[in-house]
């Protein structure tokens, strides 16, 4: 089912758009166009995020986010309908939300995008949180189909050589898995390959939020949060690496000419944890007419930071330092110093937390870390409790007295 | 042996210190290989729910965090755990993997803190190799503070740690089988006790309780409780009240960790990680759903139970997200389901009553 399309005001108070948008929506278009043809023509995988994607590419498998059509689904304001259809059939309105709204759509079909292709096997990585192997555990049984699962220790301390080698075993337990159901033989030359490409894409990824250093930033974390989909989504294939590349060049060509993408930036902000997807356009506008640029966040940065562990002459060991080592499966001590470093980089001013009711390994911690950086940088803090595209949990009262607080502290 | 009295938990384990030389480590939910910690000289005391007023949590955790993981702060935060030598965190949930980082990197409570992982479902030939040196890299840790392991010593201990599942397998299938004359109550109350007790204390109590309590039950209405943990304790009391016995639990504190079968391994490590792979199907492990139905319907059976309760912490994921698929399959067999979502140490509203009595008179 889909939407009609709303006109919706942009800012005076924004710059220009990228012209990376046009390229985005096609190649994310195609990537779920296809997706409706793969049923049937080859295996597909539903995978989490923070799984290591780069394992099933030689087998061929077209691979489907469920997370990235949630956020999708929460951007077109579609989250509490969806949320609805789960609960309806016994889902806890406490749940996540991406797997609310995922679970209806198994129960409904609704979905922005037309259809979504029946899964074949089901992908995940317990490094981003647990919630996602609970939600595929209940996928896989409604579905009858088998669940592979990246069991990623959590480093309370320091990575260890045990973990590794755990790690490393499994990703060698995989293939057989994987060879049996694709029906094709493992290709350890094109793994290599594949290897390489998502470590490139990742690092470019990461080029891209570096222009975001820049006085006047050329993008803003709203910008980022769309542009992130190819590299969670396409990650691996060749289709993301010429995206970035062809973003970064704009970006590259707006400092050069100091085209900021809001025409007066004042205030360079940071967020902390997944967008408030129904909200973008909104807090896009609200934070642009102050002069307040958000020029980097935690999350958009979750796909760049840990990927120089990539290497492709050892995709065993590298694909687990580096999907082991992302900032949730981490302790707070390393994100409070991430933090702390972005804020310095970034020359940022004042950090926006969004405490999101969806994510407790994003959230729980959240209130120490303000705490903490406030004290350690003495910038401005607000949290604001919300919730990732199930907007039945967010309180635009309550937001907005936090917010123009935080506004007042800021412009001091 | 020492002799048990019955004596406050604090008090208890003061003596622990000054007769025996123990160190008191405070341990949060729920998997870890606690006789590991006793051949160390440790007395693990699991923090589930301590009896206290959430204050001053609230500046460290948000409102939708389960309230295990914010009494447990509460616990740190009020000093509760002064009496403590350190804290153990198992990896059971994402809100009690955070904490552990909020109490080391954080709030630093001026007491080693130590880090258990264990490996998740899908079980492979990894996961078990995983397991067993996640034991031996945790006694090597323990061991630079409290001493090197000692191996027979380790062997002893794994042995009175299956003779407390032995005693606690033979009080559950007296009580499913109808030959236990304990109210609720009685029986979770002295279960319970297993949270902090020395087995030297625990098996003469269990056994004591075991030959004390056999005799005809208080009533031939039956339940399966799944869930957490029994508390509060006040719906125990209406239970009994009701006269509706609990004839089984899949209870995370109580039958899903101790109701293990025997294991004749010699190895303690080996023996340890047989017991991890063979527990009743967790959650907090990610035993497949489908093996969850199954083994709450032989619950059931086994039992002659006439429905099932959830017993639900407010803001369980690891329990939420089982339970549709559970209810549903339950309802396929006929058994009615009830969902109780409390938090731990609240008061039994009117309304709850009024559930948990609707739901006994439609099972007779």
Redesign the interface.
């Known amino acids: 089912m889909g939407k009609k399309r709303r006109l919706r005001k942009e800012s005076a108070s924004l710059g220009p758009p990228l012209t990376s948008n046009r390229s985005l929506k096609e190649l994310m278009a195609t990537h779920y166009l296809l997706s409706r043809y793969a049923q049937g023509a080859m295996p597909v995988a539903w995978v989490t995020s923070g799984a290591p994607v780069e394992i099933l590419r030689p087998f061929d498998f077209y691979t489907f986010y469920p997370e990235n059509h949630g956020a999708l689904c929460g951007a077109q304001k579609m989250g509490p309908e969806l949320c609805a259809e789960a609960e309806e059939?016994?889902?806890?309105q406490?749940?996540?939300s991406y797997?609310r709204i995922d679970l209806g759509h198994y129960f409904s079909g609704k979905t922005p995008v037309g259809r979504l292709p029946k899964p074949d096997l089901l992908f995940a990585a317990?490094n981003i949180?647990?919630?996602v192997?609970?939600?595929y555990?209940?996928l896989?049984?409604y579905w009858k189909i088998p669940?592979?699962?990246f069991?990623t220790?959590?480093n309370?301390?320091e990575i260890?050589e045990?973990d590794i080698s755990?790690m490393v075993?499994?990703l060698e337990?995989m293939i057989p898995l994987l060879e049996q159901i694709s029906k094709i033989r493992f290709r350890y030359k094109r793994f290599r390959k594949i290897v390489g490409i998502a470590r490139e894409a990742s690092l470019t990824w990461g080029e891209v939020l570096s222009t975001m250093k820049a006085r006047p930033s050329p993008m803003t974390i709203f910008d980022a949060f769309i542009h992130l989909a190819p590299i969670v989504s396409l990650r691996g294939l060749p289709a993301a690496l010429e995206h970035y590349q062809g973003l970064l060049a704009e970006l590259k060509d707006r400092v050069a000419q100091g085209v900021g993408a809001i025409k007066n930036e004042r205030w360079r902000l940071m967020w902390d944890n997944i967008a408030i997807w129904y909200k973008m356009r909104d807090f896009s506008n609200l934070f642009a007419e102050r002069g307040m640029n958000f020029v980097t966040a935690t999350y958009t940065n979750a796909w760049t930071e840990t990927i120089g562990y990539l290497d492709e002459t050892k995709p065993f060991e590298s694909m687990a330092k580096a999907y082991s080592l992302v900032i949730l499966n981490n302790?707070?001590?390393h994100r409070?110093q991430l933090m702390e470093r972005l804020i310095q980089e970034f020359q940022v001013d004042g950090l926006v937390i969004h405490?999101a009711?969806s994510c407790?390994?994003y959230?729980?911690?959240?209130?120490?870390l303000r705490r903490?950086i406030t004290e350690r940088l003495q910038i401005p803090t607000v949290v604001i409790?919300a919730d990732i595209t199930d907007s039945r949990a967010y309180s635009e009262e309550q937001a907005m007295v936090r917010l123009e607080a935080f506004f007042e502290t800021l412009e001091g | 042996m020492t002799e048990f009295h019955s004596p406050s938990r604090r008090e208890y384990l003061l003596k622990q210190r000054e007769v025996y030389g123990r160190h008191i480590f405070g341990v949060f939910p729920a998997q870890y290989p606690r006789e590991l910690l006793w051949t160390m000289n440790i007395l693990p005391v699991e923090i589930w729910d301590p009896p206290l007023d959430l204050s001053y949590a609230s500046?460290?955790?948000?409102s939708?965090?389960c309230s295990i993981?914010r009494l447990g702060l509460e616990f740190i935060v009020k000093g509760k755990g002064d009496i403590l030598d350190g804290f153990l965190?198992p990896?059971t949930?994402?809100?009690i993997?955070?904490?552990?980082?909020?109490v080391?990197?954080?709030?630093k409570p001026g007491k080693p803190c130590y880090?258990f992982?264990h490996?998740?479902?899908?079980y492979?030939?990894?996961?078990h190799?995983?397991y067993i040196?996640?034991l031996r890299?945790l006694a090597a840790q323990l061991g630079d503070q409290f001493g090197a392991l000692d191996y027979s010593r380790f062997k002893r201990y794994v042995e009175k740690g299956e003779k407390v599942t032995s005693v606690m397998r033979d009080l559950y299938s007296l009580r499913a089988s109808g030959g236990l004359s304990a109210s609720n109550g009685e029986f979770y109350r002295t279960i319970r006790q297993a949270e902090f007790l020395h087995p030297d204390d625990l098996i003469p109590l269990l056994e004591k309780f075991l030959e004390g309590s056999q005799g005809t039950p208080r009533s031939e209405t039956s339940v399966i409780l799944s869930g957490v943990l029994p508390n509060p304790s006040e719906i125990l009391a209406l239970l009994d009240e009701l006269k509706i016995r609990v004839g089984d639990d899949d209870l995370l504190a109580c039958g899903r960790r101790y109701l293990v079968p025997p294991n004749q391994t010699q190895d303690p490590f080996e023996s340890l990680a047989e017991r991890y792979f063979y527990m009743p199907p967790c959650?907090t492990r990610?035993s497949?759903?489908?093996e969850r139905l199954e083994h709450l319907i032989n619950k059931v059976e086994g039992s002659n139970a006439q429905g099932v309760i959830f017993w639900i912490v407010?803001?369980c994921?690891?329990e939420?997200?089982?339970?549709?698929?559970l209810?549903?399959g339950l309802k396929k067999k006929g058994l009615p389901t009830l969902v109780i979502?409390v938090e731990p140490n609240q008061e039994l509203t009117g309304q709850l009553t009024t559930r948990i009595e609707a739901f006994g008179e439609m099972i007779r």
Not at chain 1, 363 to 368: F, H, I, L, M, W
Not at chain 2, 124 to 127: I, P, T
């Open positions: 059939h016994g889902y806890h406490d749940l996540c797997a317990n949180c647990q919630t192997v609970y939600w555990k209940a896989a049984e669940l592979i699962l069991d220790p959590y309370f301390g260890s045990v755990y075993r499994q337990e302790n707070l001590d409070l405490s009711r407790k390994p959230s729980v911690g959240q209130y120490d903490l409790e | 500046a460290h955790l948000q939708y965090i993981v965190f990896h949930c994402d809100s993997q955070n904490l552990s980082s909020i080391n990197n954080y709030l880090f992982y490996p998740k479902w899908p492979r030939e990894s996961s190799r995983f040196e996640q890299d959650t990610n497949p759903i489908k407010k803001f994921e690891p939420l997200f089982d339970m549709p698929h209810i549903e979502d």
